[in-house]
């Protein structure tokens, strides 16, 4: 079991950048493959990226790709998403989610939790 709690959310102008934080309980969370993912008003939620258990490999939807990065802490339970370069159309709610899948993928369905997602706000 993975309890995930975002953080980091917020309003800022386009252009601007904001970092999100995930903090995991328990004590694997190296085993899990972790992602971000977003959903705006009236949208379906999507992927923003994903990245291995070691953090050595990252996948990122081509929407944020070059604007937006994903780390991770093994030390600390924590995954981040630094987002640069915001855009109004990245305004959603953000969700980090774990995966016990090896496998790079996009859908969220092969994410086994989640967490209760943070607002980020980005203004013309």
């Known amino acids: 079991q993975v309890q995930l709690v975002e953080s980091g959310g917020g309003l800022v102008q386009a252009g601007g950048s904001l970092r999100l934080s995930c903090a995991a309980s328990?004590?694997?969370?190296?085993?899990?493959?972790m992602g971000w993912f977003r959903q705006a008003p009236g949208k379906e939620r999507e992927f923003v990226g994903t990245?291995?258990?070691?953090?050595?490999?990252?996948f990122y939807a081509d929407s944020v790709k070059g604007r937006f990065t994903i780390s991770r802490d093994n030390a600390k339970n924590t995954v981040y998403l630094q987002m640069n370069s915001l855009k109004p159309e990245d305004t959603a709610v953000y969700y980090c989610?774990?995966?016990?899948?090896?496998?790079?993928?996009?859908?969220?369905?092969?994410?086994?939790?989640w967490g209760q997602g943070t607002q980020v706000t980005v203004s013309s």
């Open positions: 328990g004590r694997t969370f190296s085993s899990y493959r």
């Open positions: 990245l291995t258990r070691s953090g050595g490999s990252t």
């Open positions: 989610a774990a995966s016990r899948s090896v496998i790079a993928t996009t859908r969220d369905d092969s994410y086994d939790y």
